[in-house]
């Protein structure tokens, strides 16, 4: 019985210890971490929110598609179906740290970044007001 209870005490203290660790790491390298999302966003490719659907033989008739194309200099090309066409649309990026979390700001709408991987990025935005959910974003990122 105190072995059990042991190990539930070490396992605390050892979760403790991670989180302790974890949140100093994210405070110290909050513009590493925003250079290592900033790098994942621009390449050569876009990150698609819906799959794009065209007419065959066509470059602008479509059926659906969203995407967003992030440039270094902070342009970005947002791309979607519109009324059966290709809708090509210039906008803005950047990308800060609030001291909690990284945000991107995709022209006048700023999202929380909630996990970027090689090929997966997911967004988030909640009302500032109520906190609740209002839009979760999750693109792919398909190479050109």
């Excluded at 066509?58 to 090309?77: A, I, V």
């Excluded at 999202?111 to 999750?138: A, F, H, N, P």
Aim: aromatic share 8%.
């Amino acid at each position: 019985m105190i072995g059990g209870k042991l190990s539930c005490v070490v396992a605390v203290l050892f979760g403790l210890a991670n989180s302790a660790f974890a949140q100093i790491d994210h405070a110290t390298t909050d513009s590493d971490s925003i250079r290592v999302v900033e790098d994942s966003l621009v390449r050569d490719g876009e990150w698609v929110l819906e799959r794009w659907e065209t007419f065959m033989g066509s470059s602008t008739d479509c059926r659906g598609g969203f995407s967003y194309q992030f440039k270094e200099d902070g342009q970005l090309t947002i791309r979607e179906c519109i009324d059966s066409r290709t809708v090509t649309t210039p906008a803005t990026w950047a990308i800060e740290s609030d001291g909690v979390a990284n945000l991107i700001s995709l022209s006048d709408r700023a999202y929380e970044i909630v996990s970027v991987g090689e090929d997966t990025l997911v967004l988030r935005r909640q009302d500032e007001d109520s906190g609740k959910l209002v839009e979760e974003l999750e693109l792919v990122f398909l190479r050109d």
